[in-house]
């Protein structure tokens, strides 16, 4: 995002880099909980960042601000890790 235009550093940066954090810490954070329910509970509102993230990466993409490999590559990789983090939920889930 250091590429973007200045006028979107509190606007659309700022969403994207809360949204891209906000994954690996609701896994953190879900991991410590005492309860497989709760930890599932976590897991679901990191894979509900990471698509937040995907929408934004696309709109970046779509507004010029993201070149298109680069983002053809991240949202490859968001994908990759969306169908992981499906899985590990799915995993916790069974095992409540």
Avoid at 6 to 23: M, N
Avoid at 29 to 51: C, I, P, T, W
Avoid at 66 to 89: D, F, G, P, W, Y
Wanted: proline content about 2%; cysteine-free.
């Amino acid at each position: 995002t250091e590429s973007f235009p200045s006028a979107e550093r509190f606007g659309l940066v700022s969403q994207l880099r809360r949204a891209a954090a906000s994954v690996p810490t609701n896994i953190a954070e879900g991991s410590k909980r005492r309860s497989g329910q709760e930890y599932a509970r976590f897991l679901n509102v990191a894979e509900a960042s990471l698509a937040e993230s995907e929408y934004l990466l696309m709109l970046s993409r779509d507004l010029g601000y993201l070149k298109h490999e680069l983002a053809s590559a991240t949202l490859s990789e968001v994908a990759e890790i969306a169908r992981m983090l499906h899985a590990l939920r799915s995993k916790v889930e069974q095992s409540a």
